[in-house]
């Protein structure tokens, strides 16, 4: 059982390059979400989804594309990096509401 | 709006000292609060958590109780370790999507 597993784990752009972070999750799980993790300021929600086809903005999403065509996958699309995009980027995914969150290991991006 | 507000860090304890962090909450109606905690170079991890008033969430030694009359939820553990050395994250989850909404974050750093 693998989890939330995120790809890369590292990543350097330059800015205006695009580039996909991956993330995928084997537990059926229907919610799925990515956050940033930026030094305090805590982790802030970019996209989410509640099921395969339904997605919907976050907190900061700027910047950020997703699409959810499969329950197993969300990945997160940078169209045009720039370096206020440079951060930890989670990935998280839950069975419902009431129940807590398992998180991937992060991607960590830097834009140059 | 729903939001989470926890003491800043960090916080320096000597091994077997007590540990309080503590999390309040601004938020509509009764969400479900949570502890999550991050090892160095790692994802969160889900400690523990409440779903409803009185309750008491505990993991690991650590425990925490959903109080509603103070809106908090104040993470406590009686004898830290070194290996207890980690960022903890309060969070609320609200609303039928279940999104979680996250404090900045605690560094604890336990010295032997």
């Known amino acids: 059982n693998a989890g939330v597993t995120q790809t890369p784990k590292f990543q350097v752009l330059k800015t205006g390059q695009s580039m996909t972070l991956q993330c995928a999750q084997d537990?059926?799980?229907?919610?799925m979400s990515w956050y940033r993790q930026d030094p305090g300021m805590g982790l802030r929600l970019i996209h989410y989804?509640?099921?395969?086809?339904?997605?919907d903005q976050g907190e900061v999403p700027n910047g950020y594309n997703v699409s959810r065509s499969t329950t197993e996958d969300f990945p997160l699309r940078l169209l045009s990096a720039a370096p206020s995009q440079t951060s930890v980027y989670f990935c998280?995914?839950?069975?419902?509401?009431?129940?807590?969150?398992?998180f991937g290991s992060g991607t960590r991006l830097t834009v140059v | 709006g729903n939001s989470v507000t926890q003491m800043e860090g960090p916080v320096t304890l000597s091994e077997e000292a007590f540990l309080t962090i503590n999390c309040t909450y601004t938020?509509?109606?009764?969400?479900?609060l949570f502890w999550y905690v991050q090892y160095p170079g790692e994802g969160l991890q889900l400690l523990l958590k409440?779903?409803?008033?009185?309750d008491k969430g505990s993991n690991k030694g650590f425990e925490a109780t959903y109080r509603k009359e103070t809106t908090s939820f104040h993470l406590e553990k009686g004898s830290v370790q070194v290996s207890d050395s980690a960022v903890y994250f309060c969070?609320?989850?609200?609303?039928?999507?279940?999104?979680?909404?996250f404090g900045k974050g605690t560094k604890l750093s336990v010295k032997p």
């Open positions: 969070a609320l989850k609200w609303g039928s999507q279940g999104n979680l909404i």
């Open positions: 998280a995914s839950s069975w419902t509401g009431g129940d807590g969150y398992t």
């Open positions: 537990m059926n799980h229907e919610y």
């Open positions: 989804s509640v099921g395969a086809g339904i997605t």
């Open positions: 938020a509509t109606g009764y969400p479900s």
């Open positions: 409440a779903t409803k008033a009185d």
